[in-house]
């Protein structure tokens, strides 16, 4: 199976000192399954929709099973110059589900939602981004794996971010994200483990 | 520092149940570098000369160093449907100096060069390719990082490999190729440790 996963730093892993990120780690043990990681720091919605159709072309294959991973939002909502988010939630949405229809036309399609910050003005919208990017996902009835309240509530994720950069965590905060997508029902069906 | 890393399956680290590859394995430990992995299953240099301008220009950036690593050959040298190999030794060579030449515009560039295989006509192209591509980097000034004979040699590779899909090592592969390339002098200057 060819995994492909579309996203922003934290679908790379940034920061963490075993470069595997939440997608390596969920997949550990799993070397029939080639992941390929196309996470880029600071890339919004927006940005991830004008790269990933060639990105995708050059990967997807008739030989074996693929799977699309699409995961953002953070760049999305973080504070533009003069204030607000980068990108509106109505503009979120809308480049969301764009990526969605074009996605499930070329393979099956699951998106994971965007990790907690600190600064309570982001996670605010981060809060609405992925209530929102739920209701999205069950309408195209793409799977959607929350996992903002759990690494919130772990305080793992946070810590590890404060002591870093502010923003990306190291091995245990990229090992929680993955165990929680790892265990989870919609995971194991996309990536034919159940 | 952002590394851009170009090529194929090796590059990719197909087969590591740790989804590491020689890539994550040889910058483990440290977090501060972005590893963005564009290898690619079953590309040759001239798959990788189509693909690597748009997929770099998305994340190369002038915030931080960036690094350019190419490293490619084996699917130059596989069996062709025919006979011979996909491409022929003077096209690989074109190919690796016309990406020499662009990424040299962008970024320091390195390349490190095929690992081993079982059959003998494909150990005698790789060989062939890997002296060449080595004298093609001293005359552009680029580090070579020559993996084969080292990893040949060790057995764990080509032991792995013939106990898996017969190209594909496991952890134990990737892990001797990460530690000739992390130990390497050329790396550790053109990573900045030295």
């Given at each position: 199976?060819?995994?492909?996963?579309?996203?922003?730093s934290f679908v790379a892993g940034a920061g963490d000192p075993d470069h595997q990120g939440w997608l390596g780690r969920?997949?550990?043990?799993?070397?029939?399954?080639?992941?390929y990681n196309h996470g880029v720091r600071g890339d919004t919605s927006a940005d991830v929709a004008r790269r990933w159709p060639a990105e995708a072309q050059a990967r997807l294959t008739d030989a074996e099973?693929?799977?699309?991973?699409f995961s953002f939002g953070r760049n999305d909502a973080n504070a533009a110059e003069g204030g607000g988010a980068r990108l509106s939630p109505a503009e979120s949405l809308k480049t969301a589900n764009l990526l969605l229809t074009q996605g499930l036309r070329l393979a099956p399609v699951l998106m994971v939602g965007p990790p907690p910050a600190h600064e309570p003005a982001l996670a605010a919208r981060l809060e609405g981004l992925n209530e929102a990017f739920?209701?999205?996902?069950?309408?195209?009835?793409?799977?959607?794996i929350d996992v903002l309240r759990p690494?919130?509530?772990?305080?793992?994720w946070l810590a590890e971010a404060r002591a870093g950069d502010g923003a990306h965590p190291r091995a245990g905060g990229?090992?929680?994200?993955a165990d929680l997508i790892a265990a989870h029902p919609a995971w194991r069906r996309f990536t034919g483990q159940d």
């Open positions: 199976m060819r995994l492909l996963a579309f996203g922003d969920a997949l550990a043990g799993r070397p029939e399954v080639t992941a099973p693929c799977r699309i991973v739920k209701t999205l996902c069950a309408r195209q009835r793409v799977p959607y690494l919130a509530v772990s305080g793992t990229y090992q929680l994200m």
